[in-house]
C-alpha cells in the first residue's frame, strides 16, 4: 500500500470517475445549484458511463488497467460533446453554455 491514497472499492469506481469528470464541467452546472454538490441523474449516467470512462483514462491512463469497457469512444471531441450532452440533459434550462 502507498501512503497518502485512498483505498476505493472497485465497484464503485465508475462514480469516482463522475465526480473527476464532473469537476472538469462544473462551469456548466449554475452556481446557484451551490458549489459543493455534486449532482448525478443515475439513469442518465448509465447511458453516458463509457464516455465518462474515456475521458479519465485519457486523462489518467493508469486507469485502463482498472477499468474494462467495451466500445469506448476514440476521440476526445467525441467524449466531450457526449458528456456536455449529459449535462445539458440532466440540467434542461439550467445548463450554462
Keep these: 500500500m502507498r ?4 483505498v476505493i472499492d472497485k465497484n464503485k469506481l465508475d462514480y469516482y470517475v463522475y465526480v473527476d469528470v464532473f ?5 456548466k452546472v449554475p452556481y446557484y445549484f ?36 467495451n466500445d469506448l469512444p476514440e476521440t476526445q471531441k467525441q467524449i466531450e460533446n457526449n458528456i456536455s450532452e449529459y449535462f445539458y440533459n440532466m440540467l434542461g434550462e439550467h445548463y450554462v453554455y
Excluded: E, M, W
Design 3 to 6: 501512503f497518502n491514497t485512498i
Design 34 to 69: 451551490g458549489n459543493c454538490d455534486v449532482l448525478i441523474d443515475d439513469l442518465l449516467f448509465q447511458k453516458y458511463k463509457k464516455y465518462f470512462l474515456s475521458d479519465a483514462i485519457k486523462h489518467h491512463p493508469f486507469l485502463a488497467d482498472y477499468i474494462t469497457a
Design 23 to 27: 469537476k472538469r464541467f462544473a462551469d
